[in-house]
Structure formats: C-alpha cells, structure tokens
C-alpha cells in the first residue's frame, strides 16, 4: 500500500482556507483531515459537517473526519452526507463502539477506529471484522502543535504484527507531532497515512512542504 500525506485543516488560515487548501493540494495532498472537537470528549472546540461540505465545492481531494465527540452517531449521517468518504471515531469513551462503525459503514464510507497514546493495540480485536484502518493518537487529542509521544513507534510496529496476524489488509495511521524529519521513521515503523497540521500549514511554503514530507515518507 502506497503511503498518505493528509494534512490536518486544524492548523490552517481560516480567514483564507482556500488559499491554504489550494497550496496543499498543489503540493500533492492525499487527503485532507478534519478535527471534529466538541469541547466535551476534548478540552477544545473546532467545527462541523458543514465546513467539509465547503470543502467539497472547491476540492478534489477526499476528505476524511476524526471525530472527538462524546456522541458520534447523531453526527456520522450528517459528515456522509456533506462529503466525507472516511471516518474515525475514538475505541475509548464508549461501550458499543462496534454499533458506532457498523453506522459509518451502512452509511456507505469507510471506517477506522481511533486509539489514545495509552490505549492498548489488542482494542483494535473487537471492531477488526469492520474497520479498514487504525489512527494511533501520537499525542492526547484536542490541539494541534503538540509534541511526538516518542513511545507511539514501538505502538506502530506492535500494531502492525498484530494486525499482519489478524487482518493483513488494515492500515495504520499516525496523527500528532508528524514532522518533515520524523515521517521517514513512521513509515519504516509500519504507518501508511500520515497526518500532519502544523508541520504543513505553519510551514512558510505549504506547496513546497507538502511535496517535501510525501519524498520523505516514500
Ligand atoms: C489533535 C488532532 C490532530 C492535529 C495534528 O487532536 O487529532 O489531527 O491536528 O496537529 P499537529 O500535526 O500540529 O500535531
Ligand atoms: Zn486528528
């Protein structure tokens, strides 16, 4: 499987998204990754279904959703509905969330599962049959610009013999503190979507950035 750079739009210009969504693009973004925070499930607030369903107007590029929201399912229809092909709700915080994928995927998008720094790999065992996908947090969700969790690389290739046992076919994401100098390493670790907010939107070129963290991820 070919690796993915999706940048994270949390660190973006807001007052000129599309500026930054172009450059992005420009530069060979794969996806694009949108933070859903509640100011509940996380100590921070960003934005809804409608800002993917702007997104969708000016962009090609698919557009997945990491939602950090203590009640997912009154949100998943609405994110399908506005556009977004791919999903990733949180293992922890809830006690069905097997019924939570199972919505995403009857919706017609794909779905992963998400896990915090100290959420244990072997959660992934209950949903395997239904996810194409596993987000491993590199750092405690809620903000961009925070720093690598140095332990997440030993979690990558952890995961990744585990899931080589029970479902070859998933893929491994890594989201916070994804850096130009750090991408190569996830990616010989096992990870295959990168995705990475300030590295690329704080970046003085973001075209350039982009193009520069997907040679390195090869
Ligand atoms: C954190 C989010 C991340 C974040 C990454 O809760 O899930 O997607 O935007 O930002 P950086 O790349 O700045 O760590
Ligand atoms: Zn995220």
């Excluded at 807001?14 to 500026?19: G, I, R, S, Y």
């Excluded at 998943?76 to 709700?89: N, R, S, T």
């Excluded at 939570?100 to 395997?128: F, K």
């Excluded at 899931?163 to 990870?191: F, M, Q, Y």
Aim: hydrophobic share 45%; proline share 6%.
């Amino acid at each position: 499987m070919k690796p993915l750079l999706t940048p994270s739009i949390l660190a973006a210009n807001f007052a000129n998204l599309e500026a930054d969504i172009k450059a992005a693009e420009k530069g060979g973004a794969d996806y694009f990754h949108l933070d859903i925070m509640d100011g509940h499930f996380v100590p921070n607030i960003s934005f809804g279904p409608w800002i993917a369903k702007q997104m969708k107007a000016i962009t090609k590029v698919p557009l997945d959703a990491h939602l950090m929201i203590t009640k997912p399912r009154e949100y998943i229809p609405k994110f399908i509905d506005a556009g977004v092909e791919l999903i990733y709700p949180h293992v922890e915080g809830s006690y069905d969330v097997y019924r939570t994928v199972q919505m995403i995927i009857d919706h017609g998008a794909r779905a992963g599962i998400t896990l915090n720094p100290a959420t244990s790999v072997v959660s992934v065992e209950g949903v395997i049959d239904i996810i194409d996908s596993v987000l491993l947090m590199s750092v405690c969700p809620g903000f961009g610009g925070q720093k690598f969790i140095p332990s997440t690389m030993k979690k990558i290739s952890d995961l990744r013999a585990l899931l080589d046992e029970l479902k070859p076919s998933v893929r491994i994401a890594v989201d916070g503190g994804v850096t130009l100098e750090n991408i190569g390493h996830l990616r010989k670790a096992g990870a295959d979507f990168f995705i990475a907010g300030s590295a690329v939107f704080n970046a003085p070129d973001i075209e350039q950035r982009v193009r520069d963290m997907r040679k390195a991820m090869q």
